[in-house]
């Protein structure tokens, strides 16, 4: 049975930085992509970045430049520190897994097979 939990939220102001956590049971990172997503109120789900099972990372455009995953294989864990932060960030963070064998795009959420619960980051002005 895979897991994801996520951690790591809060409440922080126009600039700060913040690192959220998602680790993984039941699926070992190295074996599979995993990704965020974030979703504000009112509006839909948005993909935030991937991290390969080989490593390689991508980013939306949006965060592109300010926010960096990586992944520590031995705790089986993804993070994503986001710098910079804008109100516009305040989402339910959202981390996401699917076996390396999956097929379809990795900037879709039908894409991915498990889900965490989410975490909130909220970013006052």
């Known amino acids: 049975q895979v897991q994801l939990l996520e951690s790591g939220g809060g409440l922080v102001q126009a600039g700060d930085s913040l690192r959220i956590s998602c680790a993984a049971s039941?699926?070992?990172?190295?074996?599979?992509?995993m990704a965020w997503f974030r979703q504000a109120p009112g509006k839909e789900r948005e993909y935030v970045g991937v991290?390969?099972?080989?490593?390689?990372?991508r980013y939306a455009d949006s965060v592109k430049g300010r926010f960096t995953m990586s992944r520590n294989n031995v705790n089986n864990t993804v993070y994503l520190l986001m710098n910079s932060l804008q109100p516009d960030d305040t989402a339910v963070y959202y981390c996401?897994?699917?076996?390396?064998?999956?097929?379809?795009?990795?900037?879709?959420?039908?894409?991915?097979?498990?889900w965490g619960q989410g975490t909130q980051v909220t970013v006052s002005s």
């Open positions: 996401a897994a699917r076996r390396k064998e999956t097929f379809g795009p990795y900037g879709s959420g039908s894409s991915y097979e498990y």
């Open positions: 991290i390969w099972w080989n490593g390689v990372v």
């Open positions: 039941g699926l070992p990172i190295s074996s599979g992509d």
